[in-house]
C-alpha cells in the first residue's frame, strides 16, 4: 500500500498494541484514553501523509480554546510519541521540533497553617477510623493520595520506622463508558521510595497494628485484605474532615505540599526532599517549594 493511502486511525491502533507491551498497564489506558479522546476525533479521517505539511500549531490553538496548559502538554506528550512512531515506521518528517509547548502558569501552592495542621492532627487522633492514617501519613510522609490508597501494612516497618512506597492505586479509563482501578507500581523509578516515620506517628502505627492483631497483608485504609479505599473516596472523606475541623477546603494533595514546605522550612536541603517526595528530578522540587525571600539571601551576600 502506498503511504499516502495509510489511513492515520490505522496507524493509531497499531501504535496503542505497541505501546501496550511496554508500558504499565495505568500508562498504557492513559495514552489510549488521550487519543480517544483529544486526538482521533480531530484527525480521524485523515491519512499519515497529510501531516508531512500540516501546522501542528493549529491543532494546538484549537486545544488551547478549551483546555488548560497541563492537560495540553499532557496531549501533545503523546501525539508527540505517536507521530514519532509514525516517523520512523515510514520514513516520514513531520518537522516536530516546531510544534510548541505550552509554559506551565506557576500557580501559588496551597499549605495548611500550623494551626490547621495542629487541628487535622488532633482530630485524626482522637477519631478512631483507618482511613485518618492515609491523612496522618501524608501530613508525615509527604505520600500521594493514590500511594496512599495502595498502602498495605507489610509496607510499613514499624521497627526501624520507615515507609516503603511500592504501588499506587487508581481507577483508569479502559474504554468508552468502563473504568477499571489498577494497582500497580508508581509512575516513575524514583516514585519508588523509603520514607522515615515520625516518632509520634510511628508510636500510633504501632499501637493500632498490635490492637487489630495484623498480620501484614492488610490495606492501611481499611484494616482488610480484600477492601480498598479510592482516591476519590478518600478525596470525599478528607473534605468532611475538614468540616467537621472547620478549616476552609483544600485538595488531599495539599497535605503532600504541606510537607514538603515544612520540610524545607525546617532547613532539610531540596536534594534530600526530592527523593523522599519521589520527584523525576530536584528541578521540579526546587521549582515548586524552595523560595527564598530577599532577607533570606542578604543574609548569605552579608558573609561575603
Excluded at 503523546?78 to 518528517?93: A, R
Excluded at 516546531?98 to 482522637?126: A, G, R
Excluded at 473504568?179 to 516513575?188: A, G, L, M, N, R
Excluded at 480484600?226 to 478549616?247: A, D
Aim: glycine content about 2%; some cysteine; charged content about 30%.
Amino acid at each position: 500500500m502506498l503511504i499516502k493511502n495509510i489511513k492515520f486511525n490505522t496507524v493509531v491502533n497499531t501504535w496503542l498494541l505497541f505501546k501496550k507491551l511496554s508500558v504499565k498497564k495505568s500508562t498504557f489506558y492513559r495514552y489510549k484514553y488521550i487519543v480517544n479522546k483529544y486526538i482521533l476525533d480531530y484527525f480521524k479521517d485523515k491519512r499519515i501523509y497529510y501531516f508531512t505539511n500540516y501546522d501542528f500549531n493549529l491543532y494546538v490553538k484549537q486545544l488551547s480554546e478549551s483546555l488548560a496548559v497541563n492537560t495540553i502538554n499532557n496531549i501533545l506528550v503523546v501525539f508527540k510519541s505517536l507521530l514519532k512512531y509514525i516517523e520512523k515506521k515510514y520514513n516520514l518528517d513531520f518537522k516536530l521540533d516546531l510544534i510548541s509547548s505550552l509554559k506551565s502558569e506557576n500557580k501559588h501552592i496551597e499549605v495548611l497553617n500550623e494551626k490547621e495542621k495542629t487541628t487535622l492532627e488532633n482530630y485524626c487522633i482522637l477519631n478512631k477510623d483507618f482511613k485518618n492514617i492515609g491523612i496522618q501519613l501524608s501530613l508525615s510522609t509527604g505520600m500521594r493520595i493514590g500511594e496512599i490508597s495502595a498502602l498495605k501494612w507489610k509496607d510499613i516497618d514499624l521497627r526501624n520506622g520507615k515507609v516503603s512506597v511500592r504501588n499506587t492505586l487508581q481507577r483508569a479509563y479502559v474504554k468508552e463508558g468502563k473504568t477499571e482501578v489498577i494497582i500497580d507500581e508508581p509512575k516513575s523509578s524514583t516514585s519508588i521510595r523509603e520514607i522515615p516515620i515520625p516518632i509520634r506517628l510511628l508510636e500510633d502505627l504501632r499501637n493500632i497494628y498490635k490492637s487489630n492483631h495484623f498480620y501484614g497483608n492488610e490495606f492501611v485504609l481499611t484494616g482488610l485484605t480484600n477492601k480498598y479505599i479510592e482516591p476519590r473516596t478518600l478525596e470525599r472523606y478528607f473534605e468532611k474532615c475538614l468540616r467537621v475541623c472547620k478549616i476552609k477546603h483544600f485538595k488531599f494533595h495539599t497535605l503532600r505540599h504541606t510537607y514538603a514546605t515544612n520540610c524545607i522550612k525546617l532547613g532539610m536541603d531540596p536534594k534530600s526532599l526530592s527523593i523522599l517526595l519521589g520527584h523525576h528530578n530536584i528541578r521540579i522540587t526546587l521549582e515548586r517549594y524552595v523560595h527564598p525571600n530577599i532577607d533570606e539571601q542578604r543574609k548569605y551576600i552579608d558573609l561575603l
